[in-house]
């Protein structure tokens, strides 16, 4: 089991290798700005009232649970 997880890890890192390569720019680094982009998306439906109490709930918990 300890060599196929090591495996596959290799294989996950290959690929965000490869997207690196391809957008020119980091994994982590383009997740972050899809993110900031949804959290943005978020308070911006939440300002127009468009969301419910719940949702908003949700965004405000993972945004602080991000930020630690």
Do not use: C, M, W
């Not at 997880?5 to 690929?15: D, I, K």
């Not at 939440?46 to 109490?53: I, N």
Request: aromatic share 8%; glycine share 6%; no cysteine.
């Amino acid at each position: 089991p300890v060599a196929q997880e090591a495996t596959e890890f290799q294989v996950r890192r290959r690929r965000a290798a490869k997207l690196t390569s391809f957008f020119g720019v980091d994994y982590r680094d383009l997740i972050d700005n899809i993110l900031e982009s949804i959290e943005r998306g978020v308070e911006e439906e939440r300002g127009r009232g468009t969301l419910q109490p719940e949702e908003v709930e949700v965004s405000q918990y993972r945004s602080s649970f991000d930020a630690d």
